[in-house]
Nanobody, 112 residues
Framework: QVQLVESGGGLVQAGGSLRLSCAAS????????MRWYRQAPGKQRELVAF???????NYADSVKGRFTISRDNVLNTIYLQMNSLKPEDTAIYYC??????WGQGTQVTVSS
């Protein structure tokens, strides 16, 4: 059993920054395969970032150059540093661990 708890969301003005965290409990193996997703109102959930098996970060085109994913294997936590935020980044952000574990989500709202 895996539990995921996100934190760090909030309201920020365009151009601002936020740092999301997702702490995993239950097994440390999943941290290597955890991912960040987001879902904006009226849209499908989309993959935002993950670290591949080679240790390289991968990002959606819409966030490249602005978001940075990282992980702390000791704390079993992944992070998403979000800079230069835009109103279109407004969404609920979820972390995911295979095969089908989701966090509760954290709301990110970017005002123009």
């Amino acid at each position: 059993q895996v539990q995921l708890v996100e934190s760090g969301g909030g309201l920020v003005q365009a151009g601002g920054s936020l740092r999301l965290s997702c702490a995993a409990s239950g097994t440390i193996l999943v941290i290597n395969r955890m991912r960040w997703y987001r879902q904006a109102p009226g849209k499908q959930r989309e993959l935002v970032a993950f670290i591949n098996s080679g240790g390289s970060p991968n990002y959606a085109d819409s966030v490249k150059g602005r978001f940075t994913i990282s992980r702390d294997n000791v704390l079993n936590t992944i992070y998403l540093q979000m800079n230069s935020l835009k109103p279109e980044d407004t969404a609920i952000y979820y972390c995911f661990a295979p095969p089908a574990y989701w966090g509760q989500g954290t709301q990110v709202t970017v005002s123009s």
